[in-house]
Each structure stands twice: as C-alpha cells, then as structure tokens.
C-alpha cells in the first residue's frame, strides 16, 4: 500500500515558532522596563510618594507579562514538537533545521 502524499509547509510553521519566540522576548523586554519603573516608583514612595498603588499595578502588569512570556514560550515549544512529529511521520528522512 502506498504511503499518502502529503505537502506540508515546514517554513511556514517554523516562522511560526519564530514569532512566538518573539513575543516572548517583547514580553520579556516589557517586564524589564516595567520592573525599572516599578522600582524607581517604590523609591519614590518610599521616601514620602505615592507610588504605592502604581507599584501594585506595576508588580501585576510584570506578573502578567510574564505568564504571556511562558505560554509564548510553550507556544513555540509545541510548534517545533508538531513538526519534528509531522516531519518524521511523513518524512523520516529530513531532520529539523531549527535556528532557535
């Protein structure tokens, strides 16, 4: 019995990985800028401010980025996994060519 012919976009789906792993480094970059501003807020409320509630929004703001991060992260993850799985089902010949 033949084995289907089946075309599947390899590029395609390993751009898509790409992309995930540059939102992750956005939401990475994000945090860090975050953190910065949350710091000099605590500085400032610290010594007699009000930075204490934009600090708060700050720390949720960094927590959320940084769950964004780690499914971005899974995201690009489960990409490469579907197309090692779909490559060697269908071409166990190729081997993954990753640049991440």
Not at 60 to 72: H, N, S, V, Y
């Amino acid at each position: 019995m033949a084995k289907p012919s089946v075309s599947l976009d390899y590029a395609a789906m390993e751009e898509a990985a790409k992309e995930y792993d540059v939102c992750g480094q956005v939401c990475q970059d994000m945090s860090q800028q975050i953190q910065q501003v949350s710091e000099s807020l605590s500085n400032q409320a610290f010594h007699g401010g009000t930075g204490n509630n934009a600090l708060k929004v700050g720390q949720g703001l960094m927590r959320r980025l940084a769950d964004l991060q780690k499914q971005a992260e899974e995201m690009a993850r489960d990409v490469r996994s579907n197309i090692t799985q779909m490559r060697d089902q269908t071409d166990p010949g190729i081997q993954p060519k990753f640049t991440k």
